[in-house]
């Protein structure tokens, strides 16, 4: 188990060093993160590299036992680079041009600093390709820009003419005889950005926005990829390249930029006054689901941040349920941003683990004592994953497509998912989130709840999967739009309709909420209510809206029906969580799914993380609550951590269990 | 009476169009507007026409029946022209130029752009303006863009010269010494326009601003002009000219564009999760004050919009009863838009009467009931059209002058003018909205919330109004400014104080509301607070502001008296809506208007319109809400949609009857 | 006492001057400012000047017996020279030239603009310096102009670099190394600003934005003395200089710029619905505090304002109160904007003293009342001052660093400013707000409520004053930033640490109020919650954090110590209003104030303002409640504005007693 922190040695006197790290080491960390943003120091003008002092940082994180990863520094442009080649800046859908004083404000189609950012990774690469300390490589940071400028655009522009080929089949795809929108020279597309003076009701092609967002994952994957071949052509092979992502963000498709990345890590910051265990745990899933591996943790907060309207802490605890949290949904290594702070400079605020005065804040005493808890959990984490049988589909295009056209502002696609997610990990299952042109052989169950754009690879797949009895359930706006973000000449759920037990007569969108009732439960249903229409006299209306005078009185909203070995359900509409979760619980007993966790349904508060290496599974469960709660397994269970044994354990206000079989932990011995 | 939909065949294969129409026909729909947006499809590359898929989609509905309304294509030119011409462009505040992509982009006052509108209507008036089946032209769509551009600055500059003449007369009228403004060049002269820099305490001079909105009525006239005499040269006269304007929309003075229309079209979508039946009733009498004929709703939803937050739909019944309540104000056509939704491009969640697939949606059903029941009562209502005896007075200079200077924010002119048309119409009468310049001969009663700005021809209009026994109700900050928006040197009602039963001694803003009581009713003050001094002892003080240790304390809030055969009544402030129909009530009587509907005062809910041809009265009653009511009335009705008669009949929820006396529809058979 | 108003003669007829000066005499002004905005009308063209009509006005107002005061009128540039020198005018953030249309639009750092505004005063002051009815002159108009034009960037650049010396200073003292941000050349360093493209996480440097605040302090500083200057080459000393500043505005330092000025004048306006009488008061005390002398009233509404969402306007009675308590903070001068309203411009709607008919609004006769008043007290004040033995340190640098990273947005420096100032001006004693480098002989009390940079003078002076005997009382998030804008490498509170009760262990945001209790009272934390380490055993704890799982569970939040003769206590949060009155009570005791007004804590609503000559006291007492109270004395008073004369007085809503001792008053007569 990898643990660590940011370290930023140049901003400190080297004689500084020497003690941080053995603070560091007393906390049982074991990796740093050095050189992410040192462009400034590590090439302080053009063409002339100083290495010296990264290589006198490594040896003394060496010497005392760290590994380390190194960051390459484009995240921050040092101030001659920006003067002397201003095309590097992005530029924003205004038209100005962004200036030194910040991070991050590239523009990633940039020739000039693909070739900056290609030549300084290499000089590192060839001066710490082999050192024995260095495991691994982090390109750049927290990919975010975006850029307006001409060159830009007419590499947009170029892209869809390989895309399309031709304009005539653009225009014929886009149906751009809408409003004359017929386009005779590629130069005429333009970029799909609100600017200071766009009017409260210019729209644009919900294609060409789609596209735009398409465009962004190209240029991060062409940026990223000239870093990684750089390092490649002089780092061995130990070393393994990543880049920390941002979670739930969709500038671009993650799929497609962690395609050329060893492994995925990840910054998890609490967006919110209070960490919410599930959104987060659907982050952690989202992430490992990027490449289905495990991933690491390489930020997160000590504490604090300095970015939200209130920074307040985390309580004393939250932060080791965290980690653990993290651990549980697959994370190998847990990293912290920062050590310490700069006295100057923009982040002074953020939480870190030293004082401005260099001695251990409140924190470092919780970090020290989670420290010692992986270094003894460590072993029997090794070589585990998480192995769910429900798998979750989720895909940037049609979260792309409905933020494009939400219809009713309140689809929120990522919040729909994290409300089908919930009821699941509710219930003690583990799940994964992925693509839905992953392989799928690993579920029984599969649960969809906005796969609004289908592309026929994936009806082949469902079909399959349900061919071989599996339980797929779609929710509403299913099968609506196609890859260029038309519509299906269908009604939904579109090409999925062979599968589906109804179909959608029509829409609605829900701007009070209405009561639904029926097998499947009894509640309110939100936002969104599709009006289903069974196909056929086997298919089983779960729920239905209530009589009221609107358009759906009486009509089905959720529906299931076998087919052949598997069963495909249809939700159309938004429910209210008991209702949701009432629904989930069913549709887990039809996949044929047991108790997902040794406890069965945790208590409220309590998620069950479950680790898997070969026969041997390990469960994390972490109350994320302040109530006290006894867990009650099948079968004698151990606390790795605390060392209490017995079929029944108590778990303490945010508090942790390491647990394994009795039985197993005794066979080890 | 015209009933059909916006159809736009250029986005399918022609093959598709025989469903389409023959889907139409059985709905009874006899009218399609077509060619509106077409630009690309009519002028695929510049001066080169193509007119031929026009002339066979006419051809097509001719067969089927259908009357054709041509729509110019000017609201959406193509990527050819404004790539080749880029100044057509409209510029926005912050200076920067529209692009392609969306719609309704173009600098208005722009003459090449005006060139090109006239040479694309010229090229189809020639082909089509004797063609048998086109009954009409609309102009455009939806006018709403400015530009900001130097060109139209120019153009502003040297329309202002040519109004007044001399910079010392404009900086006289404008007190331009103020701030030290004064204009010593034309060119010196700003746009009054909020950019992405502009302080927050930055203000534009209010007689600025108001010229400049003036001076966007100027250039729709102009821009408009170019395509309408373009098309005169070629139509034959029984082919009428509209456009389609949008209800409350403020860009423009609408009098003065319709001018120059042979009648007016508009566009009434629900701007609300609910429709308001005031609101939009208000809406319709606007529109049909332009030019005090009947109208056209050219476009109306077919149960949803895609632009709105949540785009919730109409209930089942709702479409029907907004198409009666628009024939009652006044509509000899109503059309939907639109009938299909190209499967891609912007507006592709837009209620339709089609689904994607080409069949009906549910809302197919309610307007094909509506079509039948049109194409029976067409006949009776055929000529009709409604005759008023209330007028309210709204003119846009007022508006404008009240919006610029709010002084409170809650002093919304336009929710004012509803807050007094309610009332009127509560009590069961029709109300015609009209410029204070229109002949008041039709009127006992003229109510004016709401005039801000006299001009000398409106005091002599209103001292003849008065003269020969009309009842005049004035409200707050009447009489205040002049036609340059400067103040009148008098305390308020200013040029009218001679027909006023009081002066007003001071104006408040009221941020909480004060007790009101008198013999008009008891009840709340809100928003502003006249303190009004009676001119006479003859004046009737109808309402007081308590005494609460303000500056109004026990002062008059509304008054009235008798000026020879006449009466003016001037009310200083806003009052909550039940003190507000308490004194509406009082004031129609002292006006000696009988009750306004058959049925006397009608039902919550109920709204009662009336159509009159000659001697004959046809009354459509429309239940808004959802309760059942009885409607008594003084003598024998027959409904003649449903067939019942008797002088008590029910109305549902969501109805709507068609009322004729019995004894002159025995007498009609 | 002076009372008058602002007077703009230049808008209407010279015919009209007489009677406006004979109204303003008849209610006892004996003041009138003109010429203020007057550019235009005095510099038609360049280099002609127009002085005549400015002397025929003062000798007007002179022959009716007013003083006269001067504006220079660069507040408001004519349309010729901005036309022929357009760089004058400043430019925002997003690169966007202002134009001609409303004021106060220059860019400070402009040379020529400099010139332009130094040359009109010149011309002026050459003229009238030696006018014996001219007592002083006004400098522009409430400064508050920011350009960010390439001029004035580069003056930033070149200002920085006299100021560092070198860049490797700068460098070092900014710790740009932090993201590469290092500067290679001065050209490099940005303007921190957010422009219409700046992401939301686009972050500038705390160093770089507090600099570009002092920046704006050297510009303001520079741009007025060019003015002073050209005025004092002319003026007589009799003749003396002013600006009418802000309030609490912050755009710059105001005891810089006023550093230069003969004495302050400020414009009080009302800014929410009602007024604050605490709030109004610190602001009345904050521009004492600029010059520590007494202040003018430059400007005040007579009612209401017009840029406010409602302007709702001050009750009857209430611009008197608010007159008498400017009075009581040390205004020497009281001044209404405006006499008249021009019938033409932008303030159309802004409260005036006459109406647009030129006859007096309802409030001249409360305004007629104030000037007998004034007229009869004025010489009992004339010469005395107020003479707090509290001081409340305030300082921009604090505010701003504070308002640049507030980490909780609810940390408001100057509401944190009026939570502390209330609760002492509620226990009956008047405050002064000085710089903390101020001379601090006056005081037995020093409040600091946010002391966040600290300077070393500064802990020299507060270790004096300590050491002397005072008591000083330091807020949260004390002494934790040096002069650039850095964390200092301590605890907290930094460099004051040896005069502290506590050290701060660490600091929390809170995001919910926390329960907090000890001996100083029992209430709510809000906000910030500082973890207090006592230093010695002998340290009194006053309040301690509650048990609630946090990290400050039970925890000190105030504390107390005796040091040598004086006592230091250290509060770590923001308190409910009741405990911090409850804090401050013993605060106060343990200061040894005795009861600060006559009447000692006075009752709710009512203020007790003192003004001192010499042995002579005199206490004004306002109620600014709507209940009438009784004011009960250690010995008898009078009340020289009512006649009444006792140990207890009443005193009605909205009402003023102007008090002496009844044995002091006998002494007089």
Redesign the interface.
């Known amino acids: 188990m990898i643990y660590g922190c940011a370290w ?1 040695p ?2 400190w006197p080297e004689s500084h060093w020497a003690q941080d790290l053995k603070l560091m080491r007393e906390a049982r960390m074991n990796m740093v993160r050095i050189a992410e ?5 590590i090439e ?2 053009e063409g002339r590299y100083e290495l010296d002092w990264i290589e006198r940082a490594i040896e003394a994180a060496a010497a005392e036992g760290f590994a380390v990863v190194l960051g390459t ?1 484009s995240a ?5 680079l ?2 002397r080649y201003p095309d590097v800046f992005a ?6 041009r ?6 991050c ?1 590239y523009a990633p189609a940039s020739a000039t600093y693909r070739r900056f950012g290609a030549a300084v990774a290499k000089a590192m690469a060839k001066r710490f390709g082999n050192h024995r300390s260095v495991i691994g490589w982090q390109i750049d940071n927290e990919y ?1 820009s975006v850029s307006h400028d001409d060159d830009t655009r007419a590499q947009f522009q170029q892209w869809l003419a390989r895309k399309y080929g031709s304009l005539a089949e653009l225009n014929r ?13 590629w ?4 970029l ?1 950005v609100r ?5 409260p ?8 926005q789609l596209e735009w967002k398409r465009f962004q994952s190209y240029l991060y994957r062409g940026f990223q990829a000239a870093q990684i071949d750089a390092i490649r052509a002089h780092a061995d092979a130990r070393q393994r390249v990543t880049h920390n992502f941002m979670g739930f963000f969709d500038l671009f498709d993650h799929y497609e930029v962690a395609a050329d990345l060893d492994f995925v890590s990840w910054d998890s910051y609490v967006p919110l ?1 209070r960490p919410d265990p599930f959104a987060n745990g659907a982050s952690h899933d989202l992430m490992r689901g990027l490449k289905r591996r495990n991933f690491w943790l390489m930020e997160t907060q000590p504490g ?1 941040v ?2 939200r ?5 985390l ?2 605890g939250e932060v080791r349920t965290l980690a653990w949290h993290a651990i549980g949904h697959g994370a190998d290594a847990v990293a912290y941003w920062q050590w310490r ?9 953020h939480g870190t683990i030293l ?4 001695t251990p ?2 924190i470092y005493s919780e970090l020290a004592a989670l420290g010692a808890e992986l270094e003894k959990i460590a072993p029997v984490l090794e070589g585990s994953d998480p192995q769910p049988s429900i798998g979750l589909l989720h895909s940037y295009d049609s979260r792309w497509a409905l933020d494009i ?1 939400r ?4 689809f929120d696609p990522l919040l729909q998912m994290v409300e089908w997610y919930r009821p699941l990990r509710e219930l003690g299952h583990d799940v994964e989130i992925v693509h839905p042109d992953a392989a799928l052989d690993a579920f029984q169950l599969i649960v969809a709840p906005s796969l609004h754009i289908v592309e026929p690879s994936m009806v082949v797949a469902l079909h399959a999967f349900v061919a071989r009895g599996g339980h797929l359930v779609l929710g509403p706006r299913t099968g609506v739009k196609d890859v ?8 939904g759920p579109g090409p999925l309709g062979e599968l589906s037990p109804a179909r959608v ?2 829409f ?5 909420t209405i009561a639904i009732q029926g097998s499947a439960g009894c509640g309110r249903a939100r936002i969104w209510a599709d ?1 289903l229409e069974p196909v056929s006299a086997g298919a089983d209306v779960l729920l239905r809206y209530e009589q009221a ?3 759906v009185d009486g009509k089905a909203a959720a529906i299931t029906h076998t087919l052949g070995k598997g069963r495909v359900t249809l939700l159309g509409t938004w429910l209210d969580h008991a209702t949701m979760l009432s629904l989930m619980r069913r549709v887990v007993g039809w996949s044929g799914l047991g108790a997902g966790s040794p406890c069965g349904e945790p208590p409220t508060g309590v998620e069950i993380c479950r680790r898997v290496k070969g026969a041997d599974e390990v469960w994390i469960a972490i109350n994320h609550g ?1 109530e006290h709660h006894t867990l009650r397994f099948n079968e004698p269970m151990k606390d790795l951590l605390g060392g209490a044994q017995g079929a029944a354990l108590g778990l303490g ?1 945010l508090s942790v269990l390491v647990l394994q079989r009795a039985a197993t932990f005794a066979h080890q011995l």
């Open positions: 930023y140049e901003h943003f040192a462009w400034s120091s302080p003008e520094p921050a442009p040092p101030a001659w920006t003067e530029v924003g859908p205004s038209g100005i962004r200036k030194p004083g910040s991070r404000a975010k795809r886009w149906c751009t005889v809408y409003w004359s929108q017929e386009f005779s020279a130069t005429q597309i333009p799909p600017t200071a003076d766009t009017f009701d210019e729209h644009y092609h919900p294609a060409l006054s604090f300095n970015w309207p209130a920074n307040n802490t309580d004393p702070s700069a006295l100057n400079s923009q982040e002074q605020y004082a401005a005065d260099g804040r409140p056209q219809h009713n502002q309140a260029d973000n038309a519509l299906f000449p269908m009604r007569v029509e609605y969108v829900l701007d009070e009006w005078g609107t358009w302040r206000a």
